[in-house]
């Protein structure tokens, strides 16, 4: 059964990412009103200024819960902790956390929030397939020369577009509480193979470059003004998520919403269609 009551008012906490955005705009499309929580919001919020998460909360029924950088971050499992004790004073019945595949520190933030007497329900996720159109990897693949950590482990990327469809599912409908969907595209691929599979959608000649973690990490610093620490992170973050801990598919998409995942030849095909790796 769908809540589709107008009254039915959902935080979106980094509305303007990857995610957040497509969950706005799909609840927006089902009529259902939605509070865009991110520091340039009217009500603001601020994972770094806690005094902004009380005025984001008022007044919401349901709350899509991303963390930025990273639920691996230090100090993200007391920042959920917090955030979910102020969500059950305000009133909050129902949180979607969106989790990370293969990461303790990750599985941990599920717990608190699973401690907490809220509808919850937790979506960990693979790689995200939008990580070569819409992030960090866009500039390699538009020079022709993906540089990257990946090693020649095979992961199932995911689909935002697939993320996005199970979080709404699980913010309207009822059944999802207490479920951990372990989100993951329909096949494994190595970077190397992504990478041919976007070359072929585009057109455009684009190779794969392994490179290791410390490279990778001095290219984040030099290149592309990464802070020193945050560099570390991301190095050690992929370093450890890539190490073949994640190297098989599941069926939690779905589980979710009753369709097979969406697979990586699509995703390809259609950001090739935006023009997006054009030169």
């Known amino acids: 059964m769908t809540n ?11 509305g303007t990412g990857k995610t957040g955005r497509r969950v706005a705009e799909r609840l927006t499309a089902l009529g259902m009103p939605v509070r865009l929580g991110s520091r340039s919001a009217e009500v603001p919020f ?3 200024d806690p005094t902004t998460w009380d005025a984001a909360l008022r007044g919401v ?7 930025y950088p990273d639920l691996a971050m230090p100090g993200a499992a007391d920042a959920i902790r917090t955030f979910c004790e102020l969500a059950v004073e305000s009133g909050l019945r129902r949180l979607v956390l969106l989790s990370g ?3 303790p520190e990750a599985q941990r933030c599920e717990q608190i929030v699973q401690s907490y007497p809220l509808e919850s329900t937790c979506v960990r996720a693979s790689v995200f397939s939008q990580n070569f159109d ?12 993906v540089a990257f950590p990946g090693r020649t482990t095979p992961e199932p990327f ?14 309207t409908e009822d059944g999802h509480a207490g479920q951990v969907y372990e989100v993951t595209g329909p096949r494994l691929l190595t970077f190397a193979e992504a990478i041919g599979e976007i070359e072929a ?11 290791s973690r410390d490279e990778y990490v001095t290219s984040l610093v030099d290149e592309a003004d990464v802070p020193e620490p945050d560099a570390q992170f991301l190095g050690d973050l992929f370093d450890a998520v890539l190490d ?16 097979p995942a969406r697979d990586f030849a699509d995703y390809a095909q259609a950001a090739a269609s935006t023009g997006v790796w054009s030169a």
């Open 46 to 48: 601020d994972w770094t």
């Open 61 to 67: 029924e349901s709350a899509y819960v991303t963390y």
């Open 4 to 14: 589709t009551s107008p009254q039915h008012l959902t935080l979106i906490v980094g």
């Open 158 to 171: 995911i689909d935002v577009e697939d993320i996005a469809d199970v979080v709404v599912a699980a913010l």
């Open 244 to 259: 073949g801990r994640n190297a098989y598919v599941t069926n939690g998409v779905e589980r979710a919403i009753g369709r």
């Open 201 to 211: 959608a585009s057109g455009r000649p684009v190779r794969y470059l392994p490179v």
């Open 101 to 103: 595949r293969g990461e």
């Open 134 to 145: 819409e992030y960090f990897l866009v500039d390699a693949v538009r020079s022709g020369v």
